[in-house]
């Protein structure tokens, strides 16, 4: 039956890979992959020469029209993403609309997840979570996330890129010094590692750096909004930490929506 197929595939380790998976691969007339150099990779070792087309979030509007024509023609359609689940953190979302609107079936093949494995290993609440995708890298975007992550009264979970990992949980640590956190990287690889610990203890553990495919899940906490008094708090912490004052109430201002003249006037009164 003419459909649009969403094939999870392995996150590292290839047995992963279900039977189900490789059927549909192979039945498949069009194989649509985020990159084809490594999808091609996963079809050859499992001996499956199919028609492949590259579909990735710079080109996804026009291979989604694509799709579509192929769809129209009666042909199959299967998307792939470099690893996991297609359209979670990963280009689908787009394809799996415009398909639905004109009219045709959309089928999971169920696989691999990273941040539901991670989840599920965490030993941190999973009865109730929410999955916020990439840690953005813009200063502003990151701080609103983690302020509204330490106040979420669900478990948190998000993906982390390694360069950008020591600089996420500095911001962890400076807003909550005793939230739980799980590091999970390398699922299902050679080098899978499970770290959880308080801020301090996982950037102590991680001082030199981390490499590899990152999920970070954050225990959920109480709704409440920080104090003035913790601001203050934190404006010392960072005083100590080898910044001027006016910066550091600056920053603390931006990170908790208090005033940065009145942490400023409250550290000259009390110095």
């Known amino acids: 039956?003419?459909?649009?197929?969403l094939v999870s595939t392995p996150i590292g380790n290839l047995e992963d890979i279900s039977y189900r998976a490789i059927s549909t691969l192979n039945k498949a007339d069009i194989i649509a992959a985020e990159?084809?150099?490594?999808?091609?990779?996963l079809l050859k070792n499992f001996e499956i020469n199919n028609q492949m087309i590259s579909y990735h979030?710079?080109?996804e509007r026009k291979q989604t029209e694509k799709?579509?024509?192929?769809l129209k023609k009666e042909k199959s359609v299967a998307l792939v993403s470099d690893a996991g689940t297609p359209a979670i953190s990963?280009?689908?979302?787009?394809?799996?609309q415009q398909v639905i609107k004109e009219g045709?079936?959309?089928?999971?093949?169920?696989?691999p997840c990273a941040f539901i494995s991670a989840l599920a290993m965490s030993g941190l609440d999973t009865n109730s979570f929410t999955f916020f995708g990439f840690m953005p890298k813009q200063s502003g975007k990151k701080r609103d996330l983690i302020t509204e992550m330490l106040n979420h009264t669900k478990t948190s979970v998000f993906y982390q890129s390694p360069h950008d990992f020591l600089d996420t949980i500095k911001r962890i640590h400076q807003l909550d010094t005793n939230k739980k956190i799980v590091v999970v990287r390398e699922i299902t690889k050679v080098f899978e590692e499970r770290k959880e610990g308080t801020p301090a203890e996982i950037l102590s553990y991680f001082a030199e750096g981390i490499k590899g495919e990152i999920t970070v899940i954050l225990a959920k906490g109480l709704e409440?909004?920080?104090?003035?008094t913790d601001g203050a708090d934190m404006v010392e912490q960072l005083i100590k930490e080898g910044k001027y004052v006016k910066e550091a109430c600056k920053e603390v201002a931006e990170q908790t929506g208090l005033s940065q003249r009145e942490l400023y006037q409250h550290h000259i009164k009390s110095s």
């Open 67 to 70: 799709i579509i024509q192929y």
């Open 104 to 111: 045709f079936e959309v089928s999971a093949i169920p696989g």
């Open 1 to 5: 039956m003419t459909k649009l197929y």
């Open 90 to 96: 990963d280009p689908g979302y787009l394809l799996v």
């Open 57 to 59: 979030k710079f080109n």
């Open 35 to 41: 990159d084809t150099r490594r999808t091609g990779l």
């Open 224 to 228: 409440k909004k920080l104090s003035f």
